[in-house]
Every structure is written in C-alpha cells, then in structure tokens.
C-alpha cells in the first residue's frame, strides 16, 4: 500500500521521531521501495564515513519491505507524466519522476518528505511526512 521514498528513509536512519511516529502508525500495512529508491540508498552509502551502518540499514529495510518491479506500465507512465509537466514547465528530477512512475503503475501511496519535485506529478498518490 505504501512506498517510502529516500528522503523519509534517510530520515527513518537518522531516528527523526516524526517519521519514527508516522511508521508506527502503518506499520501493520506493506511497505515498498522501488529499485531507484535503492539504488540512491547504496550511493549514499558509498558516500558516507558511516557506510557499514547504511549498508547494514539497508539489509533490514530489505527484510521489512519488498522491492516493487519496474515495469512497462511504469515506464510508459514516465514517458507521459515527463511530455505533461515539459510542457507545463514543470520539470523535476528524472529519478523522482521515474520513483513516482512505479508507485502509480502499482496503485501505491508514495511516502516522501521531498514536497519540491513530488507534488508537481500529476495524480501522484503522495504523503509528505
């Protein structure tokens, strides 16, 4: 039902206690990430002085989520949603616009605290924490 996105993952790493309160309150519901999601997490810990305690984060978050597949209908989605907001000159990152396009191909609600890029996608099912 919901795909946390990097930013509130990171924020889920670094014990925000507003996120930390907001995933106790679904924490009976499935939670996705999707392939970019990883992607980002694994660059950031390559990145970091701390990047075995990422890594190790990462392991567990694969354990309590499943990895939602990036699908034709998700691509064919990012093709559209990117023609949409060009033309509205609206653009955002392509790794959001490409995040956004898998949770809309699987009907999830995306979680993020990214308002910037996220709330621009149209009928993106988002909740900004």
Not at 7 to 28: H, M, P, R, W, Y
Not at 72 to 86: P, R, S, T, V, W
Request: aromatic share 8%; hydrophobic share 40%; proline share 2%.
């Amino acid at each position: 039902m919901y795909c946390l996105d990097t930013s509130a993952l990171v924020e889920i790493f670094d014990g925000v206690e507003t996120i930390k309160q907001n995933l106790e309150q679904i924490q009976d519901r499935a939670l996705f990430i999707t392939p970019i999601t990883l992607c980002e997490l694994y660059k950031g810990a390559a990145h970091t002085k701390v990047t075995e305690k990422r890594l190790e984060f990462i392991r567990n978050l694969l354990y309590t989520t499943e990895l939602l597949e990036f699908t034709q209908l998700a691509c064919i989605i990012f093709g559209e949603d990117y023609l949409k907001l060009k033309r509205a000159g609206k653009m955002v990152k392509e790794s959001d616009l490409m995040i956004a396009s898998i949770c809309k191909a699987h009907g999830k609600i995306l979680i993020s605290t990214d308002r910037r890029d996220f709330e621009k996608i149209p009928d993106l099912k988002l909740q900004l924490w």
